[in-house]
């Protein structure tokens, strides 16, 4: 197994209702599963090729529940990566030289039937974590665009935090609303001012890496 870290911003994207019930070990919202997923990644490397820098997106959708399976997914790499950052990228986000159960990319990976062929595009991504706000641009795959949740009385922004201590995808995360328009292959027609959350990973070959 090739050792492998990155410490990357992730600005995520599904069609449940805000907090996500798969958070919560609960049924998706509506019964399916879509998501769209941009990730920048600030520093890591897999082997002895430097990951720093680059940026990714992905998109995901099952039929019923992730745990269900039979789900596609589609990963796009950032274009300006070397062959190498291209490879060593796709194993993360692909669940590979990874321990089982160990990141949400091998969970992913595992429940999903239909691979799209991995797209090299500019992947643009804005994020503050803290403000609640992003935007992912995928050239001619999808556009996300996440803002805070509003109080439907005075409007105003509301803030809340999802934090799971044993989770394989993040320990903190901040809840936001967001909205993905796709033009690729995988079309999620559903995420409208749907769950969005943005947070920091720090992931290994072994899954989070508690700091």
């Not at 990951?51 to 019923?64: N, Q």
């Not at 089982?100 to 974590?129: F, G, Q, R």
């Amino acid at each position: 197994m090739t050792p492998w870290e990155i410490h990357a911003i992730e600005v995520s994207n599904c069609n449940c209702a805000y907090g996500c019930p798969c958070q919560f070990n609960a049924l998706p919202t509506y019964g399916t599963c879509e998501a769209a997923v941009g990730y920048k990644i600030e520093k890591g490397f897999y082997g002895d090729v430097s990951l720093d820098g680059l940026t990714a997106g992905f998109m995901a959708k099952w039929p019923g529940p992730i745990h269900e399976g039979n789900g596609e997914s589609q990963i796009i790499i950032d274009v300006n990566a070397s062959p190498e950052q291209r490879e060593g990228l796709e194993k993360i986000l692909s669940g590979e030289d990874t321990e089982d159960m160990a990141t949400i990319c091998w969970v992913i990976n595992a429940m999903t039937s239909t691979h799209h062929e991995t797209l090299y595009k500019p992947v643009s991504i804005e994020a503050d974590i803290n403000g609640r706000t992003g935007r992912v641009v995928v050239d001619e795959v999808f556009e996300l665009n996440v803002e805070p949740i509003k109080n439907p009385v005075s409007g105003e922004s509301h803030r809340a935090r999802i934090d799971i201590p044993q989770g394989f995808e993040y320990t903190i995360a901040e809840m936001a609303s967001g909205t993905a328009k796709t033009q690729g292959t995988i079309k999620l027609p559903n995420n409208t001012g749907t769950h969005s959350h943005l947070c920091e990973l720090h992931w290994n070959n072994s899954g989070i890496i508690q700091s």
